[in-house]
């Protein structure tokens, strides 16, 4: 299929697939005239890359993880090194969130003390999230609950 399909079929943008063609990420098949031909096991890598990129992974541990698109028979060099860095990433994401999570718990109880406040609860944020931006490109609806 060619990029406007792939875009679709994937989720993210055309100009998405270029990037990760550039990064290396993917390696699609041309046609004669030079136009990229998407397979789907070619969207199927593009839907692990955006999944590896939401959960935060940089390109370069994401380019050591999956398998070299030019030699699917390698598996990725997912070594101690490797998992290390990946260790140190989930490591900060959760010391990000607990942050966020007492950020978070102080303006809840600034706002039961604050006079005059409404007393309905928080906002239960996944309810109230239609669609989610994602920096990488994609349009992506979340599901409404």
Do not use: W
């Amino acid at each position: 299929m060619r990029i406007g399909e792939a875009a679709r079929a994937s989720g993210v943008s055309a100009r998405s697939l270029r990037y990760y063609e550039d990064e290396g990420l993917i390696v699609p098949g041309r046609f004669d005239n030079g136009f990229r031909d998407y397979c789907r096991s070619t969207i199927d890598r593009v839907l692990a890359i955006r999944s590896l990129l939401e959960s935060g992974l940089p390109v370069r541990l994401i380019r050591e993880a999956l398998p070299d698109p030019a030699d699917p028979g390698n598996a990725g060099a997912v070594d101690e090194e490797f998992l290390r860095e990946v260790r140190a990433h989930r490591d900060r994401l959760a010391a990000r969130i607990a942050l966020l999570s007492e950020q978070h718990a102080a303006l809840d109880a600034y706002l039961r003390a604050a006079p005059g406040t409404d007393p309905r609860p928080p906002l239960d944020l996944d309810a109230s999230v239609k669609v989610l931006p994602s920096a990488h490109g994609d349009r992506r609806a979340a599901q409404h609950r």
